[in-house]
């Protein structure tokens, strides 16, 4: 059985930084793109940021561009994203994502595993 477990999300001040975690299980990602989004109460699910297989690439929704970084560490097939610079907007439960390719992909359609979210919450 497949899982993402996210891990390291909670309350940051404004301006505060949080680095969330997935570790996946049951098969592994190293040959695989994997994302981060995030959901708000009554929105769609956002794309956040992506990385290719290797780490070698990543892209990410404009409104985080230089405040997060994704990152991963195949040896223990896991994900991180460092936010920094957070913003009471960027509240919201994250969610890391696995796809069943190596390129990076933005649309939450195109993944196949799904953690179960973990909830940032930044007040100002």
């Known amino acids: 059985q497949v899982q993402l477990v996210e891990s390291g999300g909670g309350w940051a001040q404004a301006g505060g930084s949080l680095r969330l975690s997935c570790a996946a299980s049951?098969?592994?990602?190293?040959?695989?793109?994997m994302g981060w989004f995030r959901q708000t109460p009554g929105k769609e699910r956002e794309f956040v940021a992506t990385?290719?297989?290797?780490?070698?690439?990543?892209a990410y929704q404009d409104s985080v561009k230089g405040r997060f970084t994704i990152s991963r560490d195949n040896a223990k097939n896991t994900v991180y994203l460092q936010m920094n610079s957070l913003k009471p907007e960027d509240t919201a439960v994250y969610y890391c994502?696995?796809?069943?390719?190596?390129?990076?992909?933005?649309?939450?359609?195109?993944?196949?595993?799904w953690g179960q979210g973990t909830q940032v919450t930044v007040s100002s």
């Open positions: 994502a696995g796809t069943s390719v190596p390129r990076m992909r933005v649309n939450p359609n195109e993944y196949d595993y």
């Open positions: 049951g098969r592994t990602f190293s040959f695989n793109a």
């Open positions: 990385i290719n297989w290797s780490g070698g690439s990543t």
